[in-house]
C-alpha cells in the first residue's frame, strides 16, 4: 500500500526501558505542555496521529505503545491495568517528564484513571474518552464473547485485505488512519487481551481519588452512559463530562477533530485552576469497536 503517512517525520520515535520491558513511543515535541495519549485494547500510539496533529502546536504529544501492543515488548505475563498503569509511571520517571497532562481512550482511559489515582498532584489533569468504566456483568460478557478467537481469526489475514474491510465498515475514516489501526490490530500480541479477564478495577473508587481537574467525553452511543457521568461528578466535583453527539466507542477515530477541540478547550483552562485540596473526607458498545 502507498497511501500517505500522516505521523509527521518531526516527530521522534523512541523506546524506553520500563519494569524490564521496551516501551515504543512516537512524541510530537517541543518545548510545550507534555500530554501523554493512552490508546486502547488492540490500537497503538501511532492510532492517536490524527488527534496528534491538531495538538501539537500548543502541546508535546507522547504517544507510547502499551505492552502486547505496536512496537512494544509482548511479555508473556502481566497485562493487568495495574502493569499499565506501572508502564506509564515507569515511562513518566524514565523520560523526565513533568506535570504532564493524561488523555486516554478505552482501557487507556482505565489505565489514565489509574495512573492519575495514584501520582496525585504529579499530574496536571486527565482526560478520559469513553473508558472502560463498565459493570461486573459488562466486564464478565465482554471477556466471554469470544473476542480473543476473533483476534486470532483475524491474525490470519492479510494487511490489504483488512484495509479494505475496515475501509469499507468505517468509510468516513480517513484512509491513513485506517492503515494505522489495521497496523495496530495486527501488532497486538494475543496476551494483550488478558486486560479483559474480570474484574475491572473499581473505577468509582479510582475517580474519587483523582485531585486534578478531569474531563470525561462521551459519545452518545458509547459505553460510557451520561447517567454514570453524573453519578462520576457527584462523586468528583472536578470531573466535568461532555457529550459528543452521533459518536460512538472510536472517539480517537471517529471524531478526532470534535476529540481534539474538547481537549484543548478543557486543558487550556485547567492549566490556570485550582486544584482541589486532598482530605480525608469528600464529596461523595465495547465489543463491537473490537471488530473491522
Known amino acids: 500500500m502507498t497511501r500517505k503517512n500522516i505521523i509527521s517525520t518531526s516527530w521522534a520515535n523512541g523506546v524506553c526501558r520500563a519494569n524490564d520491558i521496551n516501551i515504543n513511543y512516537l512524541r510530537t515535541g517541543g518545548n510545550k505542555p507534555p500530554l501523554i495519549a493512552l490508546h486502547g485494547l488492540a490500537g497503538s500510539g501511532a492510532c492517536w496521529s490524527q488527534l496528534a496533529r491538531a495538538l501539537e502546536k500548543d502541546y508535546d504529544v507522547i504517544m507510547p505503545d502499551a505492552r502486547g501492543h505496536g512496537l512494544s515488548s509482548a511479555p508473556q505475563h502481566g497485562y493487568t491495568y495495574q502493569d499499565h498503569a506501572n508502564d506509564v509511571i515507569e515511562l513518566i520517571r524514565t523520560l523526565g517528564i513533568k506535570s504532564p497532562y493524561l488523555l486516554g481512550h478505552s482501557m487507556g482511559g482505565m489505565t489514565a484513571a489509574m495512573v492519575a489515582s495514584r501520582l496525585g498532584f504529579a499530574i496536571s489533569g486527565l482526560v478520559l474518552a469513553d473508558p472502560t468504566f463498565i459493570s461486573p456483568e459488562w466486564q464478565e460478557g465482554v471477556y466471554e464473547s469470544g473476542v480473543v478467537e476473533q483476534h486470532l481469526q483475524l491474525l490470519k489475514s492479510t494487511k490489504e485485505a483488512l484495509f479494505k474491510e475496515a475501509k469499507a465498515k468505517h468509510r468516513y475514516r480517513s484512509s491513513e488512519l485506517i492503515e494505522h489501526i489495521v497496523q495496530a490490530r495486527l501488532q497486538t500480541n494475543v496476551k494483550a487481551f488478558d486486560v ?27 459505553i460510557v452512559s451520561a447517567e454514570t457521568a453524573r453519578a462520576l461528578h457527584r462523586l468528583n466535583p472536578d470531573l466535568q463530562y461532555k457529550l459528543i453527539p452521533d459518536a460512538g466507542h472510536g472517539l480517537p477515530y471517529d471524531e478526532p477533530a470534535r476529540l481534539a477541540a474538547a481537549v484543548d478547550a478543557f486543558l487550556k483552562p485547567a492549566a490556570t485552576s485550582v486544584r482541589r485540596v486532598k ?8 465489543i463491537a469497536s473490537f471488530a473491522f
Open 279 to 286: 482530605t480525608q473526607t469528600r464529596v461523595n458498545p465495547f
Open 196 to 222: 479483559l479477564i474480570p474484574p475491572n478495577p473499581e473505577f468509582e473508587e479510582l475517580i474519587r481519588n483523582v485531585y486534578v481537574p478531569t474531563l470525561l467525553v462521551l459519545g452518545s452511543e458509547g
